[in-house]
């Protein structure tokens, strides 16, 4: 049964991967590197992206690596995961509807010795994938004379993650990741106003490498707090660049596949602090605070300006019994909430984000290997002359396989 259902699984993310190019279709990654991807391994997303103190007993927490060293001793996690999200994007003129379904991240797993391990995961950073029509800008803020933008724009950031947690005693434990950041973001532009148009094509290719400190502390086997520091770090950028402007005296080229330098990305200082506490070793409760500290980046964006951002999230499981013979008495069953506070400021509106979610863990043995389900209903921004309101189903599937690594076969 388990190898059925892990090869159908398996199948469907491997269509996904070939099919689909983007994980997120939304106006809002216009802006920035585009819409910053928070992937959620296992049944984190059915939990308000909550997990900073929580171990990784039964999968790859990848919200904090510390927890790393509470994989079984002797065991193989890997894991894979795909995502479905059907938007509503609502603004004072219309309504539209979009779909999209992609392979969100893989990731592997184990412990190197009693007290420490490793794990290697490929995940999207962000995603650019948008396609605004008309949209009507000030040249000025507060003038009443209009110029009007059309943009195309995809691509993203990839981002490869190294990690190694180390045990000190039995209730602390360390962890250092390094997030290796890489790809590119093109867009295609048009700026009209009066009798002129001028288009951009350009395309943005970037770099860097961005270091990560975390840690757990286990109070008490029911009680456990966690903290992350992500380190601010410039992401290199360069560019290729196309310009042509079109008027009534003809079409200029004015730039021609042109190479140069850009002004790098800034991101800031990451701090997330989490608390996990278990009552009866049935019910568990979670919760994370994060804050990104980007005013201090001291950059803008051409339409906006970057300002501190806040993550609330909080989520309980339930799980009945973790080795009982029932198949029902192991399914895990878990709901949350999650609020976003959002890093940009437009028009003087923060575009945050707020959902809830449920979700379930569907074991596939009597080891760790599950598949993990679970839906997100949000909504991101509001509607206002110059931002729309996106409303958003999320459908997010986690496959984890536990294998059992290097252990002697006993002789009768």
Not at 4 to 18: G, N
Not at 28 to 35: I, K, N, P, R, T
Not at 320 to 345: E, P, Q, V
């Amino acid at each position: 049964m388990k190898k059925y259902i892990s090869f159908l699984v398996l199948m469907f993310f491997s269509s996904l991967a070939s099919y689909c190019q983007s994980i997120a279709t939304s106006p809002y990654s216009l802006f920035g590197l585009g819409s910053l991807y928070e992937s959620n391994f296992g049944i984190t997303s059915a939990l308000g992206a909550a997990g900073i103190a929580l171990p990784s007993d039964d999968f790859i927490n990848n919200k904090n690596a510390a927890s790393l060293v509470d994989i079984p001793a002797n065991n193989f996690f890997f894991e894979v995961g795909g995502t479905g999200i059907q938007s509503s994007f609502q603004s004072n003129l219309k309504t539209e509807n979009r779909n999209n379904v992609q392979f969100s991240h893989f990731a592997f797993a184990f412990p190197i010795t009693k007290k420490s391990a490793f794990s290697v995961a490929m995940m999207p950073y962000s995603s650019s994938s948008f396609k605004v029509s008309g949209l009507k800008i000030p040249i000025i803020d507060g003038s009443n004379e209009y110029y009007y933008l059309d943009v195309i724009g995809t691509g993203g950031l990839n981002n490869l993650d190294l990690s190694y947690a180390y045990k000190f005693g039995n209730k602390l434990s360390l962890a250092f990741s390094a997030s290796v950041l890489f790809g590119n973001t093109t867009d295609e532009r048009t700026y009209s106003i009066s009798n002129s148009v001028t288009s951009i094509d350009k395309k943005v290719s970037y770099t860097g490498i961005r270091p990560i400190l975390s840690s757990q502390f286990k109070m008490s086997p029911s009680l456990t707090f966690g903290l992350n520091v992500k380190s601010p770090v410039g992401v290199n950028a360069s560019k290729t660049q196309s310009v042509t402007v079109i008027n009534d005296f003809g079409t200029m080229n004015l730039e021609t596949d042109k190479v140069s330098d850009t002004d790098d990305f800034y991101l800031p200082l990451d701090i997330g602090f989490g608390v996990n506490k278990s009552f009866s070793k049935k019910l568990n409760v979670t919760f994370d605070y994060e804050k990104s500290f980007w005013s201090a980046t001291n950059q803008s964006d051409m339409y906006g300006s970057f300002t501190d951002q806040e993550k609330f999230s909080f989520g309980l499981s339930y799980l009945k019994a973790k080795t009982s013979r029932n198949y029902f008495d192991r399914i895990k069953f878990a709901a949350g909430a999650h609020y976003d506070s959002g890093y940009l400021m437009v028009s003087n509106n923060k575009i945050d984000d707020k959902n809830f979610s449920v979700g379930v863990s569907l074991p596939l043995d009597h080891l760790s290997s599950a598949l993990f389900i679970s839906y997100t209903y949000g909504s991101k921004g509001k509607i206002t002359n110059s931002l729309i309101q996106e409303n958003y189903h999320k459908l997010t599937l986690n496959l984890n396989l536990d294998g059992v690594w290097f252990v002697r076969r006993k002789e009768e």
